[in-house]
């Protein structure tokens, strides 16, 4: 029987499946219905880019907010206007180096990183080398994974935005949430007194985590009560301005962090808009964080982490085939802690095997 020689096109598609990943995309907005686990091509890096072979990916509610669209401020600013514009869901990223851009030189093939990035849930994703750093030594790739987005978000919430001193009555308000884990842990490490906000089967964990005390907001409201505290963050959004004031020392700051709370149109910016508005008339400080991903406050957060002062609280991993699952739990499970999808098999095991 005579034997054929494969036509040139079949070695081009054998190339072009080569260069193919699996992810979870997005081609309109909606629910978590509207994710897709697909193979799609492997992102092309710029010349100040790095691409990520990713290990983890940490979800947050950042991927909820761009998969609904919503509030719909954030279409107008350049997310899509009728679909998302970034196909690929996912920011928060740990995993290796695959390749650098020409203009990268603090990282090279092999590293290990963390940071964020584009299109993080699936098999690799691209990021600028600004945005990355030196995975934590003693952390896994799924641990390092919840660090990103949520952690520097808090260290910039309460260092830049809330002059955080030592000695310093520190409230929380959603201490059991991605960024409130991690504001409860650094304000301990600045050296403040701190009380987190939770429900009531959260609490044991807020404690566990360093917070003095713990406040359950199903039995006590804490504008009512009569502590005050010199510096409080605000992730939830649904409190006003008056009754966080009320909880503010005359000369406390307030730092509200995050679009929660508020309608489908602006969300929780129209309150933060009007702190901007209402701070110059009064003697405590409000303020709405804009935070910005950075190398500096990345590698801050590996030194806290490796030091023993900051420890990621991961709820549940997710395989990447299971990613919708994974943003649907984000809203709708009230988890405990922070969850992650983990890509590579090893990076699964030890992320089971660390939550015990």
Request: hydrophobic share 40%; proline share 4%; with cysteine.
């Amino acid at each position: 029987m005579a034997t054929t020689t494969a036509p040139h096109s079949t070695s081009t598609e054998l190339n072009r499946q080569a260069t193919m990943m699996q992810a979870i995309v997005q081609d309109r907005y909606g629910s978590a219905d509207a994710l897709e686990f697909q193979a799609v091509a492997q992102p092309q890096i710029g010349d100040d880019e790095v691409l990520v072979r990713v290990h983890a990916a940490g979800v947050q509610i950042g991927d909820w907010h761009v998969m609904t669209g919503q509030p719909y401020l954030m279409r107008i600013m350049g997310f899509g206007f009728r679909a998302p514009k970034a196909r690929v869901r996912g920011m928060d990223v740990a995993g290796i180096v695959a390749a650098v851009g020409q203009n990268v030189t603090g990282f090279q093939v092999g590293d290990e990183v963390f940071g964020t990035g584009d299109g993080s849930f699936a098999e690799y994703a691209r990021a600028r080398a600004n945005k990355l750093a030196p995975k934590p030594a003693n952390l896994t790739f799924a641990q390092a994974a919840t660090l990103p987005t949520s952690a520097w978000v808090a260290l910039q919430a309460l260092r830049n935005a809330g002059g955080i001193k030592p000695g310093q009555k520190v409230l929380i308000v959603g201490a059991s949430g991605g960024v409130g884990i991690f504001a409860v842990q650094l304000a301990k490490s600045f050296g403040a007194d701190v009380t987190g906000v939770c429900s009531t089967t959260k609490m044991d964990m807020v404690r566990s985590i360093g917070a003095d005390h713990v406040i359950d907001y199903t039995h006590e409201d804490f504008n009512r009560g009569r502590q005050r505290y010199d510096l409080i963050l605000d992730m939830v959004g649904n409190h006003s301005l008056a009754q966080l004031r009320r909880a503010l020392t005359p000369r406390g700051t307030l730092v509200l962090v995050g679009g929660e709370g508020g309608g489908r149109l602006i969300g929780g910016v129209g309150r933060s808009l009007r702190a901007l508005v209402v701070s110059p008339f009064v003697n405590q400080r409000l303020r709405m964080l804009l935070a910005l991903a950075n190398t500096a406050d990345l590698q801050k957060l590996k030194e806290l982490t490796e030091a023993g002062q900051v420890t990621p609280v991961i709820d549940r991993t997710y395989p990447l085939s299971e990613g919708p699952a994974a943003v649907r739990y984000l809203h709708e499970g009230h988890p405990r802690g922070k969850i992650v999808i983990t890509v590579r098999d090893a990076d699964r095991r030890s992320a089971h095997e660390n939550n015990g």
